[in-house]
Antibody, heavy 130, light 103 residues
Framework: QLQLQESGPGLVKPSETLSLTCTVSGGSIRSSPYYWGWIRQSPEKGLEWIASLYSTGNTYSTFYNPSLESRVIISLDTSKNQFSLNVTSVTAADTAVYYC???????????????????WGQGTLVTVSS | DIQLTQSPSFLSASVGDRVAITCRASQGVNSYVAWYQQKPGKAPQLLIYTTSTLYTGVPSRFSGSRSETEFTLTITSLLPGDSGNYFCQHHLAFGGGTKVEIK
């Protein structure tokens, strides 16, 4: 059974960097055709997709929410079957529950679309406060 | 960017009732719309994907349908365990959610 588990600090100071790691067990992070990413949820913004990555064979691709792209990096550690999220220059608006998740995409008219997000981590609350 | 508007934002129904939640897209979309159920303090769980395909293990009381840019999640024979928040999703966009309360 595939499981995802987030880890990282629950409290981050304003202007600093939020760093989270997702450990995947029960399956390989390099298995096709899956994407691995981060989604956050706050009362103010609801569910918000942050970033995803895809890695299989010689292919490695990353995808970012345009509204967050300048502050976000998603990366992969295949030796540990983990992927990570860094969000720089955080503000109170970045306070949210952060989920790591797996999704599947379908190709239609030369664009890939998320068809389902079938596995989620339990979520971790990150508060931005001094 | 595509916006997804769910309605109602809250509904209260009795055990055994049939309820419907709609998700309207701000522009034309393909059929890759999914629905999730979220319990308090838990991650969302996939119910339906590609408009109407039931995810593994989801009871057939749940169904999905589409009429142009409006997608509907229907729950027949409501059970106490069906309480929670329900979200629609198309690609990178999520609906605002519908809270279902069992009377």
């Amino acid at each position: 059974q595939l499981q995802l588990q987030e880890s990282g600090p629950g409290l981050v100071k304003p202007s600093e960097t939020l760093s989270l790691t997702c450990t995947v067990s029960g399956g390989s992070i390099r298995s096709s055709p899956y994407y691995w990413g981060w989604i956050r949820q706050s009362p103010e913004k609801g569910l918000e997709w942050i970033a995803s990555l895809y890695s299989t064979g010689n292919t490695y691709s990353t995808f970012y929410n345009p509204s967050l792209e300048s502050r976000v990096i998603i990366s992969l550690d295949t030796s540990k079957n983990q992927f990570s999220l860094n969000v720089t220059s955080v503000t109170a608006a970045d306070t949210a529950v952060y989920y790591c998740a797996r999704d599947t995409r379908q190709l239609e008219l030369n664009q890939w679309y998320i068809s389902e997000i079938d596995y989620w981590g339990q979520g971790t609350l990150v508060t931005v406060s001094s | 960017d595509i916006q997804l508007t769910q309605s109602p934002s809250f509904l209260s129904a009795s055990v055994g009732d049939r309820v419907a939640i709609t998700c309207r897209a701000s522009q034309g979309v393909n059929s890759y719309v999914a629905w999730y159920q979220q319990k308090p303090g838990k991650a969302p769980q996939l119910l339906i994907y590609t408009t109407s395909t039931l995810y593994t293990g989801v009871p057939s009381r749940f169904s999905g349908s589409r009429s142009e840019t409006e997608f509907t999640l229907t729950i027949t024979s409501l059970l106490p365990g069906d309480s929670g928040n329900y979200f629609c999703q198309h690609h990178l966009a999520f609906g605002g959610g519908t809270k279902v309360e069992i009377k």
